[in-house]
């Protein structure tokens, strides 16, 4: 029977029941398998031209492990960067949406407002 409101959100991400899914937590296996991967791709931001770059030196980017998941994701999906971007951004927001959205419609119980306040 379908529910108005969920009576607590569930405490781990939901998964997705889809072969792109599938597909891409193989992915993620297969990188978190090859650690060195990382440490090339940290490497080579370690460089501009000929020049070493300090990386305690200059703003915030991505790290290594992030570009190297984007990169492999860009190549998976055929996107360009502009596409990439947008789509990891919108799923964020859908996901912030999506919690912010069912947050609202929970009814707060008294215990719920004492550890929401603090």
């Known amino acids: ?9 569930p405490l781990t ?4 029941d889809h072969i792109h899914a599938a ?6 296996d297969l ?8 440490a090339l791709v940290h490497e080579d931001l ?3 031209g000929k020049r070493r770059v300090d990386p305690a030196k200059g ?3 991505m790290a290594a492990e992030q570009v190297l998941r984007a990169g492999v994701l ?3 999906t055929s996107a360009s960067y502009e596409r990439l971007a947008f789509g990891l951004a919108d799923s964020a927001r859908i996901d912030r949406s999506a919690v912010s959205a069912s947050t609202r419609s929970h ?3 008294p215990r719920c407002r004492r550890t929401s306040s603090a």
């Open 1 to 9: 029977m379908r529910k108005n409101l969920l009576d607590q959100l």
């Open 13 to 16: 991400p939901a998964t997705i």
């Open 23 to 28: 597909e891409l937590a193989v992915m993620s």
């Open 31 to 38: 990188l978190d398998q090859l650690p060195e991967a990382v």
């Open 46 to 48: 370690s460089w501009r």
């Open 59 to 61: 703003r915030d980017g």
């Open 74 to 76: 860009k190549q998976h």
């Open 107 to 109: 009814r707060r119980t």
